[in-house]
Each structure stands twice: as structure tokens, then as C-alpha cells.
């Protein structure tokens, strides 16, 4: 019985440590819902991969502790987002603002795929012009191949 319960004990640790540290929570549900919603548009710095409502990193509690306060002091959504973008950069943002620089950095890729077939298409081109006539020993033995075929 005793490894049944402790079992169950274990297998919940995960779901009390998503439930986050009730101190850290606003007491008006509404500011809290907002401080959840605007988490989820901040990037972990440390995590890369997470928004700061499911990070557990230190830097990840520091932030969602900036924007409840600054949600408690009545900021709104737009206003507590600048705050932490002008502090952090775009890297903070999950969804970048797309900017020429952003643009690009999307467009490398097919730039250089471009660019590569490109410079392969120019050298079988040029390979071609070239190269196109056969030496005496080509040409003698391509007809007797032709010959050998036909």
C-alpha cells in the first residue's frame, strides 16, 4: 500500500511543479490572466524555446515577477511588452516584429539554394560550350558504338 502511495506521490511531483508558487500570483484574477497572457508572448532568455510562464529558469521567475508588478501598477498589455522589449531586444519576443532584417534572415536559405543551382546551371553552361567538340579517338570510337548498335 505504502509503494502504491508513494508511487502516485511521485508520478504528481511534475503537476504541483507546473502550478507555479502562489506567492508570485496576483490576488484579482483578471491582472493575473493578463500577466498569464502576456508570459506567454515573453521568450525564456535561458530556454530559447519557452515563453517565461513555462520556464522554470531563475531568469524566467525574475521576469514574470516584472510583469506582474508592472501589471499590479495598472500597465497594459501593449505598455508591459515595450517595457520588456526596450530592456531585452526581439530575442525576447516569441513573434518577432518582422522588420527587413527579420526578412532576410528568412530569406537566406532560398537565397543561397538559389544561388548555388545558379552557379551549377553558369558552369555546365559554360563546361558545355566549351568541351563540345570530340577529339579523332571520341569520334572513332563513337561511331563504332553507333555501328555496334544499329
Not at 511531483?13 to 484574477?29: I, M, S, T
Not at 499590479?72 to 527587413?100: C, K, M, N, S, W
Not at 536559405?109 to 543551382?117: M, S, T
Amino acid at each position: 500500500m505504502t509503494r502504491w502511495v508513494f508511487l502516485w506521490l511521485l508520478l504528481a511531483l511534475p503537476a504541483w511543479g507546473a502550478v507555479g508558487d502562489p506567492n508570485e500570483r496576483l490576488p484579482d484574477p483578471a491582472k493575473e490572466a493578463l500577466a498569464r497572457e502576456i508570459g506567454r508572448e515573453l521568450r525564456c532568455l535561458v530556454c530559447q524555446n519557452q515563453s517565461i510562464e513555462d520556464s522554470d529558469a531563475q531568469l524566467a521567475r525574475d521576469l514574470r515577477r516584472l510583469v506582474r508588478e508592472r501589471v499590479a501598477a495598472g500597465e497594459d498589455q501593449a505598455a508591459v511588452i515595450r517595457f520588456v522589449h526596450d530592456r531585452y531586444g526581439d530575442f525576447v519576443l516569441l513573434r518577432p516584429p518582422v522588420t527587413a532584417a527579420t526578412m532576410l534572415l528568412w530569406a537566406t536559405p532560398v537565397l543561397a539554394l538559389g544561388g548555388g543551382i545558379a552557379v551549377i546551371m553558369f558552369r555546365r553552361r559554360r563546361a558545355l560550350a566549351e568541351g563540345a567538340a570530340l577529339s579523332p579517338e571520341e569520334a572513332k570510337r563513337l561511331a563504332e558504338l553507333d555501328r555496334g548498335q544499329a
